[in-house]
């Protein structure tokens, strides 16, 4: 058989650029975790030593990586099945209609999702705002007193989780949208002829057929808040005292504030391996689904 | 037609954008006339002013980039792993640490800057000249300008509420701030910013104590800090302080909520310019004291490149910033105190109250240990422990002895 080179010539060049700056860095961070690199051996290689899994074992007697670990579990918690839900939820009543007011609708959605988030911080920064905030304001019209919404530990995990949910919705309603639309006419009509109501149809015909797009999005949306770091960044900074620190925010702090690049490396080793397993779950459990 | 002409709009850009990426990255070659010169700042332009004067008695031409203060750590890091870096940068006290720890900074001993006479230790006011910026013993910066920390409030609202003058006292201020936020709902005496960890730290030293030993280990175990914790978390127990994170100070003093702070020069800068109406109704006074009134002294140092190829361009820079004339410039330009004595001495800062009672604070101000990482570590801690007693409300003796633990095995050595 001959080996037909062609295939292998287009598809290198993206295939280089994977390895090159998604594997190898992985390789690079897991031998960096084995090490004690700082910022003075990042100037002078010869500083750095060998340390083992010395840096592992200080990790897992961290408590602010305890706290990080935690966090992250209940913002995925939160936020993965809010997405989810709300993305499909306002796919189907968007795909209602064709009409441009439906279609201007579209954007309007997808606009949090591609705007910078460091607009988007400034923004809900100042509707959070304790003292003159919108959202206090608001409150105090009907007498309820000032909430702390970004002060108070345990609300501000909702309080940065909403945002982000609130981000997260435009670009998997997009996803749904595409899918939907890709939902064989005959079948709705058929249910229609039968008698069955739109949300018997929706419920039994249409979503079953948004398998795919479900699971896809599903995949997506977990991977993307077990990495949650941009709206904690710049809402919180991870605080109050730690209560919205995430693991890559941790990681961030450690790694690019604090210069220890071998203590971030080995959590961004063990962060990688969480999402490595969660995926192939999921995936093997997709693939049981399938074959049945 | 049309649309295969539009079709090529969009690789085009991306390639021109890309290209233009590329080309950023030019990093000047190795050149006896250039220096290369990183300031902290949004803007260059007024330290290429200031250097002008400098550019045409050498004729080296200096090239200034200004760094945002938040991009410090990483521009600094990739300039260590790759090995290009400036000529000379401007390095905050609170990094210098870490900059130093990275051996990317020439050593400035007395052989080096010996040629230099506006480089010597005695040019500078006690708090950061010569070994007090010192790290394993080795000086690698100079100093270039101040910044410390004096009280503001607002003598308008002291004096409806009875109190004819600033307190003196931590004790004194703690009872007026208790006053003042009998005022009304969402009014208060004071603010204690839940980021700034040099404040109990200037509590502790007014009481007495240091924060770090003979030996230069930290030790937050003393009567001292145990006085600051008091103070501290008094104020909270008293509810003159706010407890909400986003307390915005410069419109807390504005509006009055907070009528009393302590904060550096760039708020007078920030109040003026929100608030010119205010003019007359607020003033600093040097912070207040217990056994000792001494304040923190913050700022930049200037240090040189270690892998420079033009090190008597960089130092001739150093000497030329170093001169009280240069300094007083530079104040006038940017707002920024001087750290050479005879600029501190001359009559146009004297002249301005606000300046008067800043410079005479600086004569009685230490820099924050240099120990590792004090952002990220030691004044995190620090931060931490207090903010959980006093907004969580967390056991003060196991957080306390929780801190002293974690904090213990940090040094300056």
Redesign the interface.
Known sequence: MKIRLAPYAFIAPASILLLAFGVLPILVALLVSFTDM???G???WS?IQFIGFDNYVELFTDASFWQALMNTGLFAVIGVPSVILLSLGVALLLNHSNSRFFRALRSFYFVPAITAIVAIALVW?YL?????GLFNHLLSLVGVPPV?W??D?ALAKFSVALVAIWRGTGLNIIIFLAALQGVPKEYLEAASLDGASRIRTTISITIPLLRFAIFFVTITTIIAWLQFFDEPFVL?KG????ATTSVPLFLY??G????QFGYASAGSVVLFLIIAIVTVIQLRSRRADVDQ | MKRTRLVWVAPLAITTLALAGCSAGDSAAGNPDELTVWVMGDSSANFEELVAPFVEDSGIDVDVVAIPWDSVDQKFTTAVASGNGPDVLQIGISKLRTFADSGALLPLDEATVADYPNLAADTFIDGVSGDATAIGGEVVSVPWVADTRVLFYRSDILEENGITEPPTTWDELRADAKTLAKRGDGQFGYYIPQWDSALPVIMTWDHGDEIVTADGAVDFDTPGFAAAVDLYSGLYADGSVPTNADFDQTQGFISGAAPMLVSGPYLANAISSAAPELEGKWSVAPIPGADDDRSVLAGSNLGVWGATDNQEGALALLDFLSTAETQLTWYGLDGQLPTVKSALEDESLASDPLTAVYSAQLNNATILPLVPNWDGETGKALLDALNSIVLTGADRGSTLDALFQATGSTSIN
């Open positions: 700082n910022l003075a990042l100037g002078n500083r920064g959070y705002n304790t003292q003159f702390q970004l002060s530990p919180t605080g109050p005292l730690g702090q450690t690019f504030s604090s210069s």
